[in-house]
T-cell receptor, first 114, second 113 residues
Framework: DADVTQTPRNRITKTGKRIMLECSQT?????MYWYRQDPGLGLRLIYY???????NKGEISDGYSVSRQAQAKFSLSLESAIPNQTALYFC?????????????FGPGTRLTVL | DQQVKQNSPSLSVQEGRISILNCDYT??????FLWYKKYPAEGPTFLIS?????DKNEDGRFTVFLNKSAKHLSLHIVPSQPGDSAVYFC????????????FGKGMKLTVNP
């Protein structure tokens, strides 16, 4: 069974719609992250959370919001989706105890905004 | 400004030969470096890492070299296998920061049988 799961795996939506991407983990990690991947741009950090009461903006947080409902769940919302938010979205987790901050990634959600 | 750079977007090698993937960084505060591998339709998976107090770390067919003075690291895969064909990301982190990983753009490795 996957340690980090993301739902949905694929989503097509229209401009202006509200979208929520969900991430769940069974690794027992405190820290969770949301990234987006665009062709030729690598992985860029959107938001991260070190525990349930801690939320931090990443490199490209504009247009996104997050909710840490529990230690195991971290959701990413697009309040009003726009076409340039079309991308591959990854959730990741870490313990914060591993030297070098190794992160474990989910399988990704492919989001298309028309 | 990109702090972690993978300047070559792709590399093609023959099975059994060496693959060398390069990465440069600009932030002197980075003290830990990681390589991730990504197959299509999957999330990135951790491959190997190196601390800034070392200049080499080896794990089976994979070796990472770090040249701090040049702010350069490289991943060597010997011998290369077709299953190594994937996108490889270099990433770096700074101790005492927010434990954020900064990723390069990635490099697509193709190993031909």
């Amino acid at each position: 069974d996957a340690d980090v799961t993301q739902t949905p795996r694929n989503r097509i939506t229209k401009t202006g719609k509200r979208i929520m991407l969900e991430c769940s983990q069974t690794k027992g990690h405190d820290r969770m992250y949301w990234y987006r991947q665009d062709p030729g741009l690598g992985l860029r950090l959107i938001y991260y959370s070190f525990d349930v009461k801690d939320i931090n903006k990443g490199e490209i947080s504009d247009g996104y919001s997050v909710s840490r409902q529990a230690q195991a769940k971290f959701s990413l919302s697009l309040e009003s989706a726009i076409p340039n938010q079309t991308a591959l979205y990854f959730c990741a987790t870490s313990t914060g105890l591993l030297l070098g901050h190794e992160q474990f990634f989910g399988p990704g959600t492919r989001l298309t905004v028309l | 400004d990109q702090q972690v750079k993978q300047n070559s977007p792709s590399l093609s090698v023959q099975e059994g030969r060496i693959s060398i993937l390069n990465c440069d960084y600009t932030n002197s505060m980075f003290d830990y470096f990681l390589w991730y591998k990504k197959y299509p339709a999957e999330g990135p998976t951790f491959l190997i890492s190196i601390s800034s107090i070392k200049d080499k770390n080896e794990d089976g067919r994979f070796t990472v070299f770090l040249n701090k003075s040049a702010k350069h690291l490289s991943l060597h895969i010997v011998p290369s296998q077709p299953g190594d064909s994937a996108v490889y990301f270099c990433a770096a982190s700074a101790q005492g920061g927010s434990e954020k990983l900064v990723f390069g753009k990635g490099m697509k490795l193709t190993v031909n049988p």
